[in-house]
């Protein structure tokens, strides 16, 4: 069985292949040179690199793969939630791939993709914890069978990884902001600066960002050192992501949680993650951000539980909560 999954949710061209479950290809065309000067992903823009570079992706994929066309069994995308251009981009590409090969089409939800990115070449099954972390999501699932996803907490405000970009800027660094702090935060103490851990000893599972860039800027005013900051500003979002975690697994009786998205690639994270009393499982740093082989693996999971396709009449979906349509 072989997938061909395209990924164009945001700036990232991703076109990945997968062959019984394993990734033979995954190409990502990055947009970052382009949307840095703005700060931030420009979605006219994003949409009109992904028009230009899905060929040459989708070429460049199936020639490390070592198949053709006619090699694919099934052609899947992303159909939500995302940034509406770049999605429709993607979505039409694929649909247009499949009616022209008479191959199977499927709509693949982008939560969905990046859990089944971590889980690649696992054979986990659920019930399980999920916390996606990323530019555009920070939330914690549990995950009581395959394809049931109940939402126990979420961000108030910015997501894990636009907090990072936010203070990113703040401090003058680069984007995207989360590697950029994560290197200057190796030069820094992580004590230095007395940020408080947000939604620290409330109930629930929900988090909040949005105050930590304002408190970036009142230490950055205060001549705080921005490699203490920044290290000390990292420590303070994986304490809050650990928080959650723990409490989680606790309170629901699990014993694995599955970590995906961009900020999953933060090894301050990682390392809090290996001390924890759990089954962890994280993705390759190859598929922790976007990228066409985790709508692969999702799709090729869907179809082994049964699952035949969508319908080339299938539209894009913005804000698609998980659960619904992958």
């Known amino acids: 069985m072989v997938v061909l999954g395209i990924e164009t949710s945001c700036d990232d061209t991703g ?36 028009a230009a570079a899905l060929d040459r992706a989708t070429e460049e994929a199936l020639i490390e793969a070592g198949i053709t066309v006619a090699d694919i069994d099934l052609v899947a995308a992303t159909r939500g939630p995302g940034l509406v251009g770049p999605l429709l981009v993607g979505l039409t590409y694929a649909k247009g791939l499949a009616w022209g090969t008479d191959k199977p089409f499927m709509g693949i939800h982008h939560l ?33 069978a395959w394809g049931e996803y109940r ?75 921005p490699q203490d900051i920044a290290a000390s500003f990292q420590r303070v979002v994986v304490a809050s992501l650990i928080s959650a975690i723990e409490r989680a697994a606790r309170d629901l009786g699990r014993k694995t949680v599955v970590v995906a998205g961009g900020v999953s690639a933060n090894q301050v994270l990682r390392r809090a993650l290996s001390q924890l009393d759990l089954q962890v499982f994280l993705p390759s740093l190859e598929l922790a951000s976007d990228n066409g082989a985790m709508i692969a693996l999702a799709a090729w999971h869907r179809w082994r539980l049964g699952e035949r396709g969508d319908g080339l009449d299938i539209g894009v979906e913005p804000y698609l909560p998980l659960g619904e349509g992958g």
């Open 112 to 144: 969905e993709g990046h859990i089944h990115g971590a889980l690649a070449g696992s054979e986990v099954e659920p019930p399980f914890l999920v916390l996606i972390a990323s530019g555009g999501h920070t939330h914690l699932y549990d995950v009581p």
């Open 151 to 225: 939402l126990l907490g979420a961000t108030r405000d910015d997501a894990a990884g636009e907090a990072f970009d936010k203070v990113a800027r703040t401090l003058g660094l680069g984007y995207p902001g989360g590697p950029e702090i994560e290197k200057l935060a190796l030069q820094g103490d992580e004590l230095a600066v007395p940020f408080t851990v947000p939604m620290k000893g409330r109930e629930g599972y929900d988090f909040s960002f949005s105050g930590l860039k304002t408190a970036a800027i009142r230490f950055v005013e205060k001549g705080y050192d």
């Open 15 to 50: 076109v990945g292949i997968v062959a019984d479950g394993e990734v033979v290809a995954n190409k990502v065309i990055s947009q970052t040179l382009l949307h840095a000067r703005y700060g931030g992903v420009v979605p006219e823009l994003a949409s009109r690199e992904h």
